[in-house]
């Protein structure tokens, strides 16, 4: 479990808890100075978690994508079982795709998918809070999105399965089903698919975030095409642009290169 932080604010805030509660309590985190980071952040982030994990903070000028790459391949320490989770908080003054699409989180998400033994959950905030709220979720729901049985989502399911700290596992199937949920091994949920994809999928994440107390994480199978161009599919940025900007919701893209 890998935090990569470019300050302590609200979207950071949301980052440790979700971490905290996955990863048992234990993980780690890691900072590199920009033209615009928080030079202050060291000692700050020392107060707010109580020196538990200590921000690991780079030479300034590192290339954040390097650093994070180096930080991955040391915690498998060359071995394939293991998965590590960057855990990549997002604060936005507004919903804006294009400034989105600026930053450099997005050209980093962009490069771990490709990196086997990595998923990236992304912690979105959309505020103009500069500093932690004090206020965390109770419940971390987690939901894994299917469309069939096949290895993409059962890699996915097995991800989320491996989860600790979640307060209930199911996946989510949108539109007719024509096999059985015993195949996923967990619970399954028939949802409508009502107009587009991105709607019907707000439609039941908000059924459960309009308590201020439960947050969800959806669990995205996406398989990657390493050989072509377009790394991804339709469904998965459709999914993604959705859920950008959306508050208590945490999204875990689990890759499967092929």
Not at 75 to 85: E, F, K, N, Y
Request: net charge negative; charged share 30%.
């Amino acid at each position: 479990m890998l935090v990569f932080a470019e300050a302590l604010d609200v979207a950071a805030e949301g980052a440790v808890w979700y971490a905290r509660r996955i990863g048992s309590g234990a993980f780690e985190a890691l900072h590199v100075p920009g033209k615009s980071t928080d030079s202050g952040i060291y000692a700050r982030w020392f107060d707010y978690t109580g020196g538990e994990p200590r921000l690991d903070v780079k030479p300034a000028g590192s290339d954040a994508t390097e650093v994070v790459l180096h930080e991955v391949a040391r915690l498998r320490d060359g071995r394939d079982d293991i998965v590590v989770t960057v855990v990549i908080p997002e604060q936005f003054r507004k919903r804006s795709l294009l400034a989105a699409a600026q930053r450099a989180q997005f050209r980093l998400k962009l490069r771990l998918l490709t990196e086997p033994g990595v998923v990236v959950a992304d912690v979105p905030a959309v505020t103009s809070e500069r500093r932690p709220e004090g206020k965390v979720p109770d419940r971390l729901l987690l939901r894994v999105l299917v469309g069939e049985p096949d290895p993409v989502s059962r890699r996915a399911v097995e991800y989320a399965r491996g989860l600790g700290g979640g307060d209930e596992l199911r996946a989510i199937h949108f539109g007719p089903r024509d096999w059985d949920e015993g195949e996923l091994e967990i619970p399954v949920d028939d949802a409508p698919l009502t107009g587009r994809l991105g709607d019907s999928i707000l439609t039941e994440v908000r059924k459960h975030t309009a308590d201020p107390d439960t947050a969800v994480n959806i669990v995205l199978p996406e398989r990657i095409d390493t050989g072509l161009r377009r790394l991804r599919g339709p469904r998965a940025i459709a999914i993604k642009r959705c859920l950008l900007f959306e508050p208590h919701v945490v999204l875990s893209s689990v890759p499967t290169l092929g």
